[in-house]
């Protein structure tokens, strides 16, 4: 991008104590993330709802775009940032992950968008990505959603492990606010509550996964994985692996 592309990047988390040292787990938020300037043009080329995928089940009913060839030019110079060597040391410093590399396909990150009624019920995401046969580290979300009111709901939950249950961080989704977070099977997440935005408005927010590139396989690869599962019998769970 021509013009400065962070307000309150990841460089004025002097201590990563901060980030490390979180609960339900390691994670953290920016708000003001962006330069306003940077969020006013993705948001000016947003794309139309046709171009997203769209899935509406028990566990989910939202939208995505991760092909970055349907992006606007802002949007894919802000990836461009986002993904590079500079941003992935910043990560690699508040994180205390070594070794972090981008994943240019944006596997199931990209462009996020959720209307009315929608949801994300508590999950763990895919831990391991099998194109690039990477282990996945670290989730970075900014949200786009200006004059956002918190009546609306849509805010992220962040939970600890079962054992843990009253361990929860509840987030607005408000506009140029960015959450970073460990990707682990424990790093519960998401927002089950329906959304009650009016109809015109979405929740929008752009999602970046970062890999490890020296971790082996886990033992256990899965998909995602809901926390409602975590009640029904084991053989019905294991069914969510993939390895």
Not at 148 to 159: A, K, M, S, T
Request: some cysteine; hydrophobic content about 35%; glycine content about 6%.
């Amino acid at each position: 991008m021509d013009t400065p592309v962070f307000k309150n990047g990841l460089e004025n988390i002097t201590d990563p104590k901060v980030y490390t040292e979180n609960t339900p787990f390691p994670s953290g938020v920016l708000d003001n993330f962006l330069q306003q300037d940077v969020v006013n043009a993705v948001l000016l080329e947003w794309p139309d709802q046709e171009a997203f995928n769209t899935k509406a089940e028990g566990t989910s009913v939202k939208s995505w775009l991760s092909d970055s060839s349907k992006f606007g030019p802002e949007t894919q110079k802000l990836f461009e940032v986002l993904n590079g060597v500079d941003f992935l040391k910043e990560l690699e410093r508040v994180t205390g992950i070594p070794n972090l590399i981008a994943d240019p396909s944006l596997e199931g990150g990209g462009l996020h968008m959720i209307t009315r009624g929608g949801f994300l019920k508590i999950h763990a995401d895919f831990n391991w990505h099998l194109k690039m046969s990477k282990m996945r580290m670290i989730n970075l979300l900014v949200y786009l959603n200006e004059d956002w009111n918190e009546e609306w709901g849509g805010h992220l939950e962040l939970i600890g492990p079962p054992e843990t249950l009253d361990t929860k961080v509840t987030i607005a989704p408000l506009n140029n606010r960015a959450v970073l977070f460990n990707t682990t099977s424990d790093s519960w997440h998401g927002h089950p509550e329906p959304l009650k935005c009016p109809e015109n408005r979405q929740r929008k927010s752009i999602a970046l996964y970062y890999y490890s590139a020296d971790e082996p396989q886990p033992e256990v690869a899965h998909y995602t994985l809901y926390r409602e599962d975590l009640e029904r019998p084991a053989l019905e769970f294991e069914n969510h692996y993939y390895l």
